[in-house]
């Protein structure tokens, strides 16, 4: 074995006898047994990552390093509780003495110990992301900023805001210009909520999650005396995940290791799609110029995938330019190619998918064992359907069900009263999203509506102002005029122009001012449209919708077993998991890469290391599936295949062709005629 440059040693007597060499592979146990000093690791998907952490740190002890001296650092509480049980087995009790967590578990350790440095007491509170909500809501009431009368940015959006600011140490003026340009009026108002909100934690002695990295940071710059105690007290970092980090901890991380330098970043470059959450992925591509005497090893032996599957998830990643380039290896057998399953449109989609599930459930597969993973949640829409339909139970792991979230349930509340005026719920739902009425004014209203023989007629008359003069909301006038408008004659057999007039009647502007995931919220209206294409009317869609909400409450498992339920999820959700059978659909050019994304090489390369981390998640059965049409009769758009279908090897997949009528299509589309 290769000779070993300690640091903080004492012999160890206690400490177990491992075999590393039988228990690793040789990247492994190369990476284990490293020479101190800088170190990034390239673990690819499934080459068995926390099995080379946590030996590494086995293996530290071993030679003697103090398990105090060592600093571990991981993402997630789950992702650290599991390293910890296993190095219990490692080294046992000696493991409570390991300073291990994750980033945020870390700090406050830290700062327990030295925050009256900062101005707090060692006893301050932690405020959970409610918390920060709920503060800035008292900072923009403190600060009497009427959000009544103008479009001012939700405390929700304002603590997102902040936390961008905070995570990726950028400009305020950049973040809210970037992400929230429709707020840049209000960056003046914005700026004195950021610092009431500041002022204010400091006064209660709160520290929000975000304050544990940058009262870290600042603790560690402003007190050199503190960095130096911790940076010789640890003689070994080793963080997880590192492509995740973002700019903030990055430079915590290197503080910290400033004395002895022995740092070992483990990650995969070619998983790193959080940049929407402040992740930089810089950090890991950029660690070899940051420690020019950086060791680079790779792990490229995949425990988790087929031969076959990995020859294509090779073929995936190789057409980026920025990464480490590494080619993963299989030590399992199989002989299942990946499929490219071209479907007419997204209904055939959807029906591929659930007729493919059922046959892998008669070959003797658990539902389980299934996963159907799509770029944003919208695209699941079609399938969730069609499970539902067929009585195959499903589990969405990327969020509410379609027709549950609240933004499909304010649009499609507009819609009912169109066909039933005296819907109660809905009248009510519309009432309560209006700045200004609550709960009791909203039953005032509702009575009102309910006295008179024609609701709609009431609610735009003059009338209802007289009996409700103080309470009638200041964004009254936009609501009649929208339900105004959805009554208009040529509306009555577009659905989805409905759809589109509540968007652009303020709506969109509700979504902006409230979610800080606006811009996904409006694309699952965008789908909720191109759905009601399929439909003559609006009863016979308010109709299916009605159905498909009775099926679903009979036959989908919700929050209880999912031990017999296929997963649906967005890929960004599914990281870290992985399944025998996965489906990745919508892969077409403005779908799977994002047409946002397209336009900028840095933005692309993101969304195909995306398309990696989908399809490494399968061990045995891949299924790549892609509508060559989209829209409905109404309105129909040819799509192109996915760019990133085109820079697979053919051979490296089989072609599924479900119908004659697909074969057609594509041999119309190979010549470049028209299809209609």
């Known amino acids: 074995m290769k000779k070993f440059n300690l640091h903080g040693v004492q012999k160890n007597l206690s400490s ?28 690819g998907a499934g080459s068995g990552k926390t099995r080379t952490i946590t030996y590494r740190v086995a293996w530290l002890f071993n030679c003697g390093v103090l398990p105090e001296r060592i600093l571990l650092v991981t993402f997630t509480n789950k992702a650290a509780r599991d390293m910890l049980h296993r190095l219990e087995h490692l080294i046992s009790s000696e493991v ?12 406050n350790l830290i700062l327990r110990r030295h925050a009256q440095l900062l101005g707090y007491t060692n006893n301050y509170t932690i405020m959970d992301r409610e918390d920060s909500v709920d503060l800035f809501e008292l900072c923009v009431s403190d600060l009497k ?16 805001i902040y936390s961008l600011t905070v995570n990726t140490e950028k400009d305020l003026k950049k973040i ?6 429709f707020f840049a009026d209000e960056l003046e108002d914005v700026k004195r909520v950021m610092r009431r909100y500041e002022a204010k934690k400091k006064e209660l002695d709160f520290m929000d999650f975000d304050d544990l990295l940058f009262n870290w940071k600042k603790l560690f710059i402003e007190f050199p005396e503190i960095k130096t105690f911790y940076s010789e007290n640890f003689c070994h970092i080793l963080v997880d995940e590192y492509q995740d980090t973002n700019r903030l901890q990055a430079d915590i991380v290197d503080l910290t290791a ?43 032996i995949n425990y988790r995938s087929t031969s076959p599957i990995l020859q294509l998830t090779n073929f995936v990643i190789a057409a980026n330019k920025r990464q480490f380039p590494k080619v993963l290896k299989s030590v399992k057998k199989g002989d299942f190619k990946p499929a490219v399953v071209p479907l007419r449109d997204v209904n055939q989609q959807a029906e591929f998918v659930a007729e493919r599930i059922l046959e892998i459930r008669d070959e003797g597969r658990s539902l389980k064992d299934i996963a159907v ?17 067929r009585g195959i139970p499903f589990i969405v792991r990327s969020g509410l069900r379609f027709f549950e979230r609240a933004h499909i349930k304010d649009v499609v509340a507009y819609l009912k009263i169109m066909v039933n005026p005296k819907d109660e719920l809905s009248w009510k739902r519309l009432f309560k999203m209006l700045s200004g009425i609550g709960n009791v004014t909203a039953d005032r209203l509702w009575r ?21 003069p103080r309470k009638v909301s200041s964004n009254w006038a936009k609501f009649v005029e929208t339900l105004c408008l959805l009554q208009d004659k040529s509306l009555k057999k577009n659905t989805a122009g409905m759809i589109q007039l509540i968007l652009q009647q303020g709506y969109g502007d509700y979504l902006k001012s ?9 694309e699952d209206l965008g789908q909720l449209a191109s759905f009601a294409r399929n439909f003559s009317s609006l009863r016979s869609f308010l109709s299916e919708l009605a159905l498909l909400g009775s099926v679903e409450s009979e036959t989908v498992i919700v929050g209880g077993d999912d031990d017999e339920c296929v997963v649906l999820s967005t890929v960004h959700q599914a990281k870290g998991l992985e399944w025998p059978a996965v489906f990745v659909i919508w892969l077409a050019d403005g779908r799977f890469p994002a047409a946002k994304a397209m336009k900028e090489s840095e933005n692309l390369e993101e969304e195909r290391r995306l398309l990696y981390v989908a399809t490494t998640r399968a061990k045995e059965e891949l299924y790549l599936c892609y509508p060559i049409i989209a829209g409905s009769w109404r309105q129909v758009m040819i799509m192109k295949p996915s760019r990133f279908l085109k820079e697979i090897d053919k051979d490296a997949y089989e072609m599924w062709i479900v119908s004659d009528e697909i074969e057609t299509l594509l041999e119309r589309l190979e010549k470049k005629e028209h299809l209609f």
Request: net charge neutral; no cysteine; aromatic share 10%.
């Open 16 to 43: 177990r006898i491992i075999d590393y060499e039988r228990h690793l592979n040789p990247q492994q146990l190369e990476a284990v047994t490293a020479e101190s000093g800088p170190i990034l690791v390239i673990a």
């Open 96 to 107: 409570r003495r390991v300073w291990g967590g994750t980033f945020h578990h870390i700090g």
């Open 145 to 160: 900023i009427d959000i009544k009368k103008r479009r001012f940015p939700t405390s929700r959006i304002l603590s997102n």
């Open 176 to 181: 809210v210009v970037d992400k929230y340009p």
């Open 258 to 300: 400033s004395f002895h330098r022995n740092i070992m970043v483990v990650g995969d470059d070619s998983q790193s799609i959080y940049s929407f959450r402040g992740a930089n992925f810089t950090n890991i591509i950029d660690f070899p110029e940051r420690y020019p005497d950086a060791k680079l090893l790779k792990l490229e």
């Open 373 to 389: 993973l799509y770029r944003s949640h919208y695209h699941s829409m079609e399938v969730q359907m069609e499970l539902t339909r």
């Open 448 to 468: 009102d509506l309910l006295s008179n023989e024609d609701p709609l007629q009431r609610v735009s008359s003059k009338g209802i102002l007289d009996a409700f």
């Open 514 to 522: 409230n979610y800080p995931d606006y811009e996904e919220r409006i």
